[in-house]
């Protein structure tokens, strides 16, 4: 039987290595030879992927992108039980998307990454998330806005609906991420 701090660091470590896994440059690599960090908005996520090579590339990085952070709660749940371990898994698949090794530590804004963990970990709040979304968009017709707002009801909907602190505040943990680093990206790209 492996030790608690072995298994605790295989976690971290696959759980890194799968998000490193970057959907939209593989994908756009191969359906067009280019190099996404260079073409349309220059980010590595799944909006770029189909800007630059279409629906399929858009829907491939999708299925990239979540199916490798599913792939690591999956495995994270059979080695570890407990919601905490699942939160670790999950920050550290995010973390592996904005900064994959392998792309220079230059990857997407994670919010395929932090919509595929609250569906792994609470399935309704995605449900939540999807109509307040669309109810949202109708008032104020600003995509990006009624998507942001939407995601901050994911971790207080897991929290109704699963009465967990430690799942509620690992989601806001990780949409805390998402919004720092998505703004970030948003200032520099307008400053550079």
């Known amino acids: 039987m492996m ?5 605790l660091i295989i976690i971290m470590l696959l759980s890194y290595g799968l998000g490193s896994i970057t959907g939209a440059y593989y994908i756009v690599k191969m359906l067009t030879g280019k190099d996404i960090r260079v073409v349309g908005s220059g980010n590595v996520g799944a909006t770029n992927a189909g800007r630059v090579s279409g629906k399929k590339g858009f829907l491939l990085t999708l299925l990239i992108d979540a199916g490798k952070v599913i ?3 999956s495995f994270t749940s059979i080695v570890m039980k407990g919601e905490a371990y699942l939160i670790l898994s999950s920050i550290f698949v995010l973390v592996g998307h904005l900064f994959p090794f392998q792309l220079g530590f230059h990857g997407g804004k994670g919010i395929v990454a932090y919509l595929a963990s609250a569906l792994f970990l609470c399935p309704l709040s995605i449900v939540v998330f999807a109509i307040v979304m669309g109810g949202v968009y109708i008032i104020i017709r600003k995509y990006t806005l009624s998507g942001f707002l939407s995601m901050g009801t994911i971790p207080i909907a897991a929290y109704v609906i ?3 602190f430690t799942l509620s ?3 806001v943990a990780l949409f805390v991420i ?8 948003f200032h520099h790209s307008v400053e550079t």
Do not use: T, W
């Open 71 to 73: 792939l690591a709660l």
């Open 162 to 164: 699963e009465g967990s």
């Open 3 to 7: 030790n608690h701090s072995l298994i």
């Open 178 to 185: 998402v919004v720092v680093f998505h703004n970030r990206s």
């Open 169 to 171: 505040a690992g989601l």
